[in-house]
């Protein structure tokens, strides 16, 4: 059975209120969201090109003036600072690069609570104010002007809050906040100013320039930091000197206490040993690698090689992952091993094929069913779509590399009367035909074991033994422990129309429930496994019109003869 998850993306905003702040700055900080930029004045500045340089349009330095209360345009104190309020920098947008499941775009929190939700959709377009709601099974990237990537990860909430340009086309200024759930930020690296990037909830704030961590909120109210590329400073908003420069190939955690505990990330698990192949329609089982130093693993399945169209995700307690199932094709499996901190490994990174259609038939001969060798009839049910089957015999203890029996067939069903004694496993597959006119085989069933056996032998109908000392009128023969047998009781030997047609436990017979008259019997033995032989040769037997008692035995002379009518 597939292991617990650590978490599944679900960071509840309560347990985030009560996180430690964590300032994680790389390279650089940047100001507040609603800090204005400042400059410093130098000799021949004037405010309409500041205006011009700041805010792309040197028409706007009335603005300038108001906010910085200057008495003259154009006699400006050098040394002295000027404020550019965010506001009025050029507005930029980003767009939703990729979509996975069914993601919405709240209502502002200005409009009334009754505004209804609207799905997202690929493409879009998102302005500065968008909010963004990721259910537990969707995932969703976005990219702003700059190329930066937003990977927000499942049972998620962002608000873009701040989407700015400093000047025409000056370097962007963005503020993300993250009201619940995880976000992975990817920031490309600029020649001269970088971008700048706030990653904000309402306990931190992650300031990225050129560098690409990822940031886990756990449910336990510890947080998680690990560096992929460039430089991130984590600092534990409870204690003081806990901090840490982490440089790529490092991660670090700090609990709920304020401790905070660096490490190497873990090694990445072999790639050749990533599960390659998954051929279950309902359920993506992905088997990993067992790591002894391994508390956990997160695993994720993506279209593209970079990881950035992300189909699931997720985080497991053992080394048994299950999702739900994805369309047959290739993916990208990722898979990083989580040490006793909670802190992700390195990647380990394969391609994994998904092939779950046609869908094996189901087994309609029940799991080790005992077969007569001599008829051996194998059948499983037909799935919708097929038109033909593949079913294999292999001997117990061999592989299906070279079965016993390998046929095609447009039934689901394999009989054979040349099966030898012994103990076998068996599988089938559908077949579909293609539009091009090719074969298509689905995945195997999962083998199932039965056993070839020799019937019982067919009762001796010579043998049978008849009497009415019990008072009875009784016929008796000898039988095996474990046997039952049918009773086929007629008026012509071939017993096509019997009179009676019952089963006994014990080797004996009453023909109590048949009058006078002559009839013939068929036996057939059936042994504890449920093998029948076939039916004996008739017994020809006759019954006297007995006068029977009140309790409808024989009656009986004084000298012990019975008594019949005529």
């Known amino acids: 059975m597939p292991s617990h998850r650590i978490a599944h993306v679900r960071w509840p905003q309560a347990a985030a209120a009560s996180l430690l702040a964590l300032a994680l700055t790389a390279q650089a900080q940047t100001p507040a969201a609603s800090a204005p930029t400042r400059h410093r004045i130098l000799t021949g500045d ?27 345009p154009y006699r400006l104190q050098p040394g002295s600072v000027l404020e550019i309020p965010y506001h009025l920098q050029r507005l930029a947008s980003a767009s939703v690069s990729f979509l996975q499941g069914n993601a919405t775009l709240l209502p502002p929190p200005s409009r009334s609570s009754q505004a209804a939700e609207t799905p997202l959709r690929p493409g879009q377009d998102l302005p500065e104010g968008s909010r963004l709601r990721v259910p537990p099974d969707a995932f969703v990237s976005v990219r702003l002007a700059d190329g930066t990537l937003l990977q927000v990860q499942a049972d998620s909430e962002i608000l873009l809050q701040q989407l700015r340009r400093k000047g ?31 990653v904000r909830t309402n306990v931190a704030t992650s300031s990225v320039r050129g560098t690409e961590f990822g940031v886990y909120l756990a449910e336990d109210g510890s947080t998680v930091t ?20 982490l440089p790529k190939g490092q991660g670090a955690a700090v609990d709920r206490s304020g401790q905070l505990q660096q490490a190497a990330l873990l090694p990445a698990l072999p790639a050749s040993q990533l599960p390659q192949l998954a051929e279950d329609a309902q359920w993506l089982d992905l088997p990993l690698p067992s790591q002894p130093t391994a508390a956990g693993y997160v695993v994720q399945v993506s279209e593209d090689a970079a990881g950035r169209q992300v189909l699931r995700n997720g985080r497991f307690a053992g080394d048994t992952v299950r999702f739900p199932a994805v369309p047959d094709g290739s993916y990208f499996l990722q898979v990083r091993a989580v040490d006793g901190h909670g802190i992700p490994g390195l990647p380990a990174q394969g391609l994994l094929k998904v092939k779950a259609h046609p869908v094996p038939p189901l087994y309609q001969t029940p799991p080790a069913a005992v077969l007569p060798s001599d008829a051996v009839a194998l059948h499983c049910t037909p799935v919708h779509g097929a038109t033909a089957y593949r079913i294999q015999i292999a001997a117990t203890g061999q592989d299906f590399a070279a079965p016993l029996r390998d046929e095609v067939l447009n039934t689901c069903a394999l009989e054979t009367e040349t099966l030898p004694r012994g103990e076998y496993r068996w599988r089938t597959a559908s077949i579909r035909t293609l539009d091009n006119g090719q074969p298509d085989q689905g995945p195997f ?76 019997l068929r036996l057939q033995a059936r042994d504890a496994s449920g093998l029948e032989s076939a039916l004996s040769a008739a017994r020809e037997f006759t019954l006297r019109p007995w006068v029977r008692d009140g309790f409808g035995r024989p009656l009986r002379s004084g000298n012990g003869l019975d008594v019949i009518t005529e």
């Open 168 to 198: 025409r086309a000056g370097s962007l200024q963005s503020v993300v906040d993250l009201q619940r759930g995880a976000l992975d930020a990817a920031v490309p690296p600029h020649k001269g100013r970088p971008p700048a990037l706030d």
């Open 226 to 245: 690990t560096v992929q590329r460039g430089v991130v400073q984590v600092q534990s908003a409870l204690t003081a000197n806990a901090n840490a420069r």
């Open 445 to 520: 069933a999962a083998a199932q074991d039965f056993r070839a056996a020799e019937r019982p032998p067919v009762p001796d109908a010579a043998a049978l033994a008849w009497n009415t000392a019990g008072g009875l009128p009784t016929m008796h023969w000898q039988g095996e422990p474990g046997q039952s047998w049918r009773i086929v009781v007629a008026r012509e030997p071939e017993a096509l129309q019997p009179l009676l047609d019952t089963r006994v436990e014990q080797p004996q017979w009453e023909a109590s429930e048949l009058g006078p008259g002559r009839y013939y």
């Open 46 to 72: 004037t405010l309409e090109q500041l205006s011009r340089h700041y805010l792309g349009d040197g028409s706007l330095w009335p603005a300038l003036q108001r906010h910085n209360q200057v008495g003259s």
